[in-house]
């Protein structure tokens, strides 16, 4: 999961806001397909609020190190991981019809 979006993150295209949003919905995508009951990851399926605890933990103490480190190349990539994080916390809430996470924006994104 984290190398697909470790691809995802490496790039290098232009910035635009078409681009950011059409590379941000294949993000959500890929979430989508990971999450798949079915067909998805079995991983990734069986995981909760509860379970990603300690990987939200362990990417928001990542981007502080980077930040304190002044490394903007490590702290761009671990931004990376952290969002991907609020992604898979997303997707969980979506699948399960959480209201509270229904304004995100992320999920104004998908509309």
């Known amino acids: 999961m984290f190398r697909v979006f470790r691809a995802f993150v490496d790039n290098e295209s232009p910035s635009s806001q078409t681009l950011?949003?059409?590379n941000t919905q294949q993000l959500l995508d890929i979430?989508?397909?990971?999450?798949?009951?079915?067909t998805g990851c079995a991983w990734d399926v069986k995981q909760d609020f509860t379970s990603l605890i300690p990987y939200v933990i362990e990417e928001a103490?990542?981007?502080?190190?980077?930040?304190?480190?002044?490394d903007l190349d490590d702290l761009?990539?671990?931004l990376g991981d952290l969002l991907l994080q609020v992604v898979f916390h997303s997707q969980i809430a979506e699948s399960a019809a959480c209201s509270p996470l229904n304004k995100s924006p992320l999920v104004l994104l998908k509309s």
Request: no cysteine; proline share 4%; hydrophobic share 40%.
């Open 61 to 70: 103490y990542e981007v502080a190190d980077a930040i304190e480190r002044n």
């Open 76 to 78: 761009r990539l671990e």
């Open 20 to 22: 950011m949003l059409k």
């Open 31 to 38: 979430m989508a397909q990971l999450r798949h009951p079915e």
